[in-house]
């Protein structure tokens, strides 16, 4: 199955999500109503209400990291612990011009790409959705397929369920905050250059590639955050953002004591595009 044949089709997606997004961050915000006891509903974030409705998560426990684009929490569900990624109100985003990720991306619509150009309040909440879209898309191409990424589980406007990468005890670390052997270290940089690999034959650059958005968990290697990510057959952009994903790669890795050479790496990446 390819990215494009997943029954929630893009245009199903826009017509029912494209509304305004809050920016909510503490869990004191998701779940506590401005006036005390006028609501049933057992969260104040709308998109968290929906999608505990529809009986994907039970209860937030924890917030598991924030950042501009969006804040990580951890959730409770029938099937056990789950990651909730509620993104902010694009204004407070730094990826504020994403122009160089959606070129070649088809919207099929003039008007949304018009109001997405010209800054309007609905192009804004608009490229919100379709940031949403696109990571929640990848990240099912990218499973599908068998690249190491947490499962996505179900998505609205504005927030991602997906599988949570951890224990009980606490989530995967980020391999930037860790200090390996070297051994380890070896074999993560392995990993991520195989999980690279994988994105070119999908014809896929992650477009932010680095230890910052890799997880290491039980010695295993997963990659994360891909609302940036872009396709070679549609984006003129591709090779320049390879180029920066596997300088950054190389950098972030070389905290860890592993060298490796840049133009190498690079070249036996590109080979592996479908051409």
Do not use: C
Request: charged residues 30%.
């Amino acid at each position: 199955m390819r990215y494009d044949d997943y029954p929630d089709t893009r245009e199903k997606f826009r017509k029912n999500n494209v509304r305004k997004i809050s920016s909510k961050r503490r869990i004191s915000d998701l779940t506590e109503h401005k006036e005390k006891n006028t609501s049933l509903d057992k969260f104040a974030d709308p998109a968290l209400q929906e999608l505990f409705e529809r009986g994907f998560i039970q209860d937030v426990i924890w917030q598991l990291q924030q950042g501009k684009e969006a804040t990580v929490y951890v959730a409770t569900s029938e099937q056990g612990l789950v990651a909730v990624k509620v993104y902010a109100d694009i204004r407070a985003r730094s990826f504020k011009n994403d122009s160089l990720y959606r070129e070649g991306r088809y919207i099929g619509d003039a008007r949304i790409e018009k109001a997405i150009q010209d800054r309007t309040n609905a192009g804004i909440n608009a490229q919100l959705v379709l940031w949403v879209e696109q990571e929640f898309m990848e990240l099912h191409s990218l499973h599908h397929n068998g690249i190491a990424v947490p499962k996505p589980i179900a998505r609205n406007a504005n927030v991602i369920i997906m599988e949570f990468i951890g224990t009980e005890d606490g989530a995967a670390p980020r391999l930037s905050d860790l200090h390996l052997s070297k051994e380890d270290a070896r074999s993560a940089f392995e990993q991520a250059k195989h999980i690279l690999m994988g994105f070119a034959k999908l014809g896929r650059v992650h477009g932010d590639f680095s230890t910052f958005n890799l997880l290491w968990h039980e010695g295993k290697v997963y990659a994360i955050d891909f609302p940036q990510m872009i396709r070679f057959r549609e984006n003129p952009q591709a090779e320049i953002l390879l180029r920066r994903d596997i300088r950054g790669l190389l950098k972030t890795f070389h905290k860890l004591g592993i060298v490796a050479e840049e133009e190498a790496l690079y070249r036996e990446v590109l080979r592996q595009v479908p051409r």
